[in-house]
């Protein structure tokens, strides 16, 4: 059975490409204009262990807001593509991410139910490149990515101080946590009612 999917949005405000395969190698490619970006889109890739290329471009002249938002929302969609019926997959996965002095726990559930909960707090500098990325764009993602994906996500940093660490931990957890609950182990459809 093959999960894939690539799918591409259009806006007057972005232009984004996406392909994804969740049973991939956690090989990446990326380009979105926000190197910091590039960088959390790695780490989802690769951890996760999918096959992903988001090629985006967007009016960063403007703000970073609609390149991440819009990033969130196709790649959610491809998410959802490819994941198709759920028969066999396990589901639910919960994982607590360390990096350095941060820790963030991720629960997710492939539930059918679009749901964020996000209890992040930065210490609030936004985090050096060029451009610089605001470290509040990573909630506009994961909930975009959560609604069109149709998932239930919860984010809660557990501790940290460094913003950079902070957001790695959270890409980094949602990667594993989707690597878990996305493995099939079985035929049947992990739900009572028969449909997710």
């Not at 975009?144 to 460094?162: D, E, Q």
Request: zero cysteines.
């Amino acid at each position: 059975m093959s999960r894939i999917s690539a799918l591409s949005r259009s806006t007057k405000e972005t232009r984004i490409e996406v392909s994804l395969d969740l049973d991939g190698d956690g090989m990446t490619e990326t380009s979105t204009g926000l190197p910091f970006f590039d960088h959390m889109l790695d780490q989802l890739g690769r951890h996760g262990g999918l096959g992903l290329t988001v090629r985006a471009r967007g009016d960063l002249a403007v703000d970073a807001h609609h390149t991440v938002e819009d990033t969130g929302i196709i790649l959610g969609e491809a998410f959802r593509e490819a994941l198709g019926e759920k028969a066999g997959v396990r589901r639910f996965a919960s994982i607590t991410v360390p990096l350095d002095e941060a820790a963030v726990e991720v629960v997710l559930d492939l539930s059918g139910r679009p749901f964020l909960h996000y209890d992040v707090d930065f210490p609030g500098e936004k985090i050096l490149g060029d451009p610089p990325f605001d470290p509040q764009l990573a909630e506009e993602f994961w909930r975009a990515f959560a609604t069109a994906a149709a998932i239930t996500l919860h984010i809660v940093m557990r501790r940290g101080r460094n913003t950079h660490h902070i957001v790695e931990a959270s890409f980094k957890g949602v990667a594993r946590a989707i690597r878990d609950a996305v493995r099939v182990e079985g035929s049947t459809l992990p739900s009572t009612k028969g449909t997710l």
